[in-house]
């Protein structure tokens, strides 16, 4: 079984600070996918990232792939309290196997 | 577009009881799928279906059985509810399933087993 791992598992700031989350594995991903999952409700896709080295950002939130293609990063700049949730990263081993979801970061984000 | 629908929201069932989620998209994707979500476990896959009429294993398919006799529906039977079965579960859909694609969730179903 290929494993995917995030950390840390929960995390507790205070709006303003900056943070950064992990997402690990011993495999070669061929793409990875962040989705950020609110109380009540389903994933939400954030970003895919799919070359390795690649960095994207959007808005606050800045996404780094390993030139390896084993690990990514989700980094937040001020976070803010909008920014809680369930932060998941998502990968395909190979181009035809279905997605494999890490086990999550809780952040929490206190005003 | 509606995108992805579950129904019910919530269920309450007794062991050995049968039932049936609904899950429904209008996206004209292929691809979809079932997730159950337990507290610190993340998102794990039951089943999924690469179209209509094909449906495979995921990591945890044991006590669940699905079907794809069209595009749009994608329903998940517990054949024999076992308090394990407690959790929440979600649909996704997306439109090949192949690496990249974005999955669609749907608001999920959270489901106690008595």
């Known amino acids: 079984t290929q494993l995917l791992e995030q950390s840390p598992q929960f995390l507790s700031i205070q709006e303003g600070e900056n943070l950064t989350v992990y997402c690990n594995s011993s495999?070669?991903?061929?793409?990875l996918q962040w989705y950020r999952q609110e109380p009540g409700e389903g994933p939400v896709l954030l970003v895919t990232?799919?070359?390795?080295?690649e960095v994207k950002k959007l808005k606050r939130l800045t996404f780094q792939f390993g030139d390896a293609r084993k690990d990514s990063s989700l980094h937040i700049t001020a976070a803010q309290t909008g920014d809680t949730g369930l932060y998941l990263c998502a990968v395909h081993f190979s181009g035809n196997t279905p997605l494999v979801f890490g086990k999550g970061t809780r952040l929490s984000v206190i005003a | 577009n509606a995108g992805v629908t579950q129904t019910p929201k919530f269920q309450v069932l007794k062991t050995g009881q049968s039932m049936t989620l609904q899950c429904a998209q209008d996206m004209n994707h292929e691809y979809m799928s079932w997730y159950r979500q337990d507290p610190g476990m993340g998102l794990r896959l039951i089943h999924y279906s690469v179209g209509a009429g094909i449906t495979d294993q995921g990591e945890v398919p044991n006590g669940y059985n699905v079907s794809r006799s069209t595009t749009e529906d994608f329903p998940l039977r517990l054949l024999s509810a076992a308090p394990s079965q407690t959790s929440v579960y979600f649909c996704?859909?997306?439109?090949?399933?192949?690496?990249?694609?974005?999955?669609?969730f749907g608001p999920g179903t959270r489901l106690t087993v008595l």
């Open positions: 990232v799919v070359t390795g080295g």
């Open positions: 996704a859909s997306s439109a090949l399933g192949t690496s990249g694609d974005e999955q669609f």
């Open positions: 495999s070669v991903f061929s793409s």
